[in-house]
DNA sequence: TAAGATTGAGGTATCAATCTTG
DNA sequence: CAAGATTGATACCTCAATCTTA
């Protein structure tokens, strides 16, 4: 504890405690257990989970980050090679100064540069360099690998078809939602 | 850009581009489309766009942060009101430096509050303060409401069932995987 | 004026090292 | 020595302000 008083010592079972008994409760007794609350936090736990065992993984096998491989796919999936800096920013939900440092350490790390845009000299445009594509290549059959273990292993052919299905109706057609 | 070289100009369409006609690219260029890579993309971004939604919301109508509220919640839940530190961590994974930060910054805000074991003087409790069990309240209302607006409504009744038992796969029975 | 990108300031996480207790 | 919690160093993000160009 940095400057706050000392913690009050309590013996181990003599507090009298809200037992969670749903009728006689306080109104959070009862609603933390609440069913749209628990489909809440499953999602954030599995996202937890999913990108701590992946990126450690990726990590590990490649030595680089899981955002730093995000940012390949995008890049390798647009249409002529490359996005501009807003435009990665806003796909991968990454602020415009976030992107930029990003950016900054992907450029030094030799897997992506950056190229002045002449339709528009405000924009500047990010592409793979040869060595980030190698590297995404390289990442892709590790990250794949790693998907089929943690996120298809435990689940049916049935749940996947449905989780993708639901998953996709939460990011179809949604406000945007702009980081920056 | 901090120290890198200036971007190469280049015109807006004469870049000979990979196209990516899948017979013919390489591994990445197949790779990037994948549908299980587009799955997890999936998952990253509808918890991208719900925490960050939810959180703007909470932090706009209590003054909380998601993070906060999460802790709450936990506490809330667990058998005598209290947590140690690093079964909370544990809980919401986050790592024991990360924990004891947090638990500070909630203290000053008077939320929680510390409690020494007697059972065993290494490990701390943490519970909520009856402001913070106001507090949570007051939370639960709006956070359950945005769940039902940003999560809910766009699912039907079969979504949000079978997304719940695919969520729950992916929880139960993993290896703990722990943060700190 | 607005849009795109960058920068500086500040917040919060991780990691590794340390201290206390079992 | 191992486990629990804290601390210092560091990494990376957001926010607000600034600069350049449309």
Redesign the pocket.
């Given at each position: 504890?940095?400057d706050s008083a000392a913690p009050a010592v309590v013996e181990d079972a003599d507090r009298d405690v809200e037992v969670p008994s749903p009728e006689t409760c306080t109104a959070w007794a009862r609603d933390v257990n609440d069913e749209r609350l628990l489909l809440m936090g499953l999602l954030i736990e599995s996202h937890a989970r999913l990108t701590r065992v992946l990126g450690?993984e990726l990590e590990a096998s490649v030595g680089v980050?899981l955002?730093w491989f995000i940012v390949m796919v995008h890049l390798a999936r647009s249409e002529r090679g490359r996005l501009?800096?807003?435009?990665l920013?806003t796909e991968i939900?990454?602020?415009?100064?976030?992107?930029?440092?990003?950016?900054?350490?992907m450029t030094e790390a030799g897997l992506v540069e950056?190229e002045s845009?002449a339709?528009?000299?405000?924009?500047?445009?990010v592409a793979l360099t040869p060595q980030g594509e190698a590297t995404l290549e390289r990442a892709m059959a590790e990250h794949l690998a790693g998907i089929d273990r943690h996120l298809l292993a435990p689940l049916t052919e049935d749940d996947r078809a449905s989780l993708a299905i639901a998953l996709r109706k939460l990011n179809d057609g949604q406000d945007p939602v702009c980081?920056?």
């Open positions: 504890m940095s450690n980050p955002t501009t800096m807003s435009q920013g939900s990454v602020t415009s100064g976030g992107i930029t440092r990003l950016v900054d350490r950056r845009c339709s528009d000299r405000r924009a500047i445009y980081p920056g």
